[in-house]
């Protein structure tokens, strides 16, 4: 396997394989820092090569490379990955909100008879919204976070709040999912797992609210149609090397890298 980002999602990663947790061997990483390389390297048990560059790292001789690293490297990197011949696990997956890198990630898996695996990230549920995407009316997301998760977002670029100063609970922005992985690419990627395995990220509603009193990172997910309806609540202890993100969402790519390696049993859709 080869690694693209070594910051706190990938270097997770990483540990679970050098563990033995997955079957399977780290042999390549990169990341735009040298130094989160190096760092990562380390610590390993197991020693993979450091790449002077994605390039490298894509033609390295590997059958899967796991990009977590940005919505940027999603949209520069992915369809080179794909024409080297090699599968592609994505955790920024914003990124294929936007139709053109949709459109284009799916034609390298068609024209170059590859996968791209998105794993479940920091919510559940995902099985039940695709078993019912046909009949859905409507699917809300409402996500509470603690302003600290929140820092450095797009969002506050333009925006009259200061997360420093927000002192109570308060919906600081609700609008579609599309719009949202822009706004927050670093907080909010399950809308964009929501709406790809819903209907869509117009018609996906976001709500995020800004909690100082919030410890944990909630996600509720409300969804609506000709099946009924069903509602999910997580509460995601945050990661407790990037508070941006949850513990769920590693927990999840690495089940997701088992199943992918050939675990005997799995369970679901």
């Known amino acids: 396997m080869g690694l693209l980002g070594c910051g706190a999602i990938g270097s997770e ?40 560059n994605v390039g490298l790292l894509a033609a390295s001789p590997v059958d899967l490379i ?36 949709f459109d284009i990630v799916m034609d390298g898996c068609r024209d170059f008879n590859k996968r791209v695996y998105l794993p479940s990230g920091a919510i559940i549920g995902l099985d039940g919204i695709r078993a019912v995407q046909d009949e859905l009316d409507l699917v ?16 506050f670029e333009t925006s009259t709040i200061d997360p ?21 690419p670093a907080n909010i990627n399950v809308a964009a797992l929501l709406s790809l395995a819903g209907i869509g990220s117009e018609k996906t509603r976001v709500k995020i609210i800004a909690d100082p009193g919030a410890s944990k990172n909630i996600h509720e997910i409300y969804a ?23 513990r769920l969402a590693t927990l999840a790519a690495i089940e997701c890298l088992k199943k992918i390696c050939g675990a005997p049993l799995n369970i679901g859709t």
């Open 13 to 52: 990663i990483a540990f679970a394989i050098d563990s033995g947790k997955i079957s399977a061997k780290l042999t390549h990483i990169y990341d735009f820092s040298k130094d989160n390389s190096k760092k990562l390297v380390d610590k390993l048990q197991h020693k993979p090569v450091v790449t002077e």
């Open 66 to 101: 796991i990009e977590a690293a940005s919505q940027d490297a999603v949209r520069d990197d992915v369809l080179s990955i794909l024409q080297n011949r090699k599968d592609v696990m994505i955790m920024s997956v914003g990124a294929l909100l936007d139709e053109s890198i």
């Open 140 to 155: 809300t997301l409402v996500t509470t976070k603690n302003p600290k998760a929140l820092k450095g977002a797009k969002f």
């Open 164 to 184: 420093d100063k927000i002192t109570a609970s308060i919906v600081i922005y609700e609008g579609s999912a599309q719009e949202a992985v822009k706004l927050f």
């Open 224 to 246: 609506e149609g000709k099946f009924g309806k069903f509602s999910i609540k997580v509460e995601n202890v945050p990661s407790p090397s990037n508070p941006k993100t949850s």
